[in-house]
């Protein structure tokens, strides 16, 4: 299944916290579902702002899955920042499991 690596905590902000828009600066052509590869980077300010704990956070690892229904280059989310916006539905969160991250869409296996 694709799998991409989003820091923390923007991954468990969209499978938590109703986060609909993951930007970015590419586009892409999937649409489905994928699983959400928390990175092992952590945004301390975002963290700050959200009231979340990094010590609490799962990183280096699979933490769900969610739907990409759309590619957009505006949005009235509030999420948004862009210049691209992948527009995310329902999110799940899965068992944590440790893996190995990659940049782009990537290749991955959870059972």
Known sequence: M?????????????IHGGKDIENRTWKTKHRGPFLVHASQMIDYEACKKFNLKPNQLHTGG???VVDLVDVVTESDS????GPVGFVLENPKELEYRVYKGKLNFF???YN
């Open 62 to 64: 699979i933490i769900g």
């Open 107 to 109: 290749e991955a296996e």
């Open 2 to 14: 694709k799998c991409l690596s989003i820091r923390q905590p923007w991954a468990h902000l969209i």
């Open 78 to 81: 509030k999420w948004w920042i």
